[in-house]
């Protein structure tokens, strides 16, 4: 599974890495030490998280802007079908669904906690991951 750094985390949050930590230092948001002693976040952690503070409704605490249509965010359900799949992606306070092929989904790799951006054009929405 894949895990964030803060500053990773308050990026895909919408928050600043000093509002991640005092999330992480108030128990918000659980973490642990990698062999380097850096603080890190599970993916899945992150996506649960991502979803709470989405639904919250607190737009103080969770800017967020939207340049050229892009939403990064991390990827908080993944639901196959034999043809088709449904993409959930939480980028700061908003949600985002995409449906597309399953063929895409596997390809790309995607699951549950891991980084991705939807890219929204007309009814269509498009999703990227980083570079390997």
Same mark, same amino acid.
């Given at each position: 599974? &894949? ?26 948001? %659980? ?5 380097? #002693?850096?603080?890190?976040?599970? #993916? ?10 989405? &639904? ?8 967020y802007t ?11 359900? *993944?639901?196959? #079908?034999? *043809? ?5 992606? &939480?980028? #700061? ?6 449906l597309l ?13 891991? &980084? ?6 007309? %009814?269509?929405?498009?999703?990227? %991951?980083?570079?390997?």
């Amino acid at each position: 599974m &894949q895990s964030y750094t803060i500053g990773q985390a308050a990026r895909l949050l919408g928050v600043s890495p000093d509002t991640a930590r005092r999330w992480a230092d108030a128990g918000r948001v %659980t973490t642990h030490r990698d062999e380097s #002693g850096r603080r890190l976040i599970d #993916g899945r952690d992150l996506a649960a998280f991502s979803v709470e503070i989405g &639904q919250s409704g607190d737009d103080d605490e969770v800017p967020y802007t939207s340049a050229r249509n892009a939403f990064p965010g991390i990827v908080t359900a *993944v639901r196959l #079908g034999d *043809v088709a799949a449904q993409v959930e992606i &939480q980028a #700061g306070p908003h949600r985002l669904v995409s449906l597309l092929t399953r063929e895409a989904v596997e390809e790309l790799g995607l699951g549950v906690g891991m &980084q991705a951006t939807a890219r929204v054009k007309s %009814t269509s929405v498009h999703i990227d %991951t980083p570079s390997p």
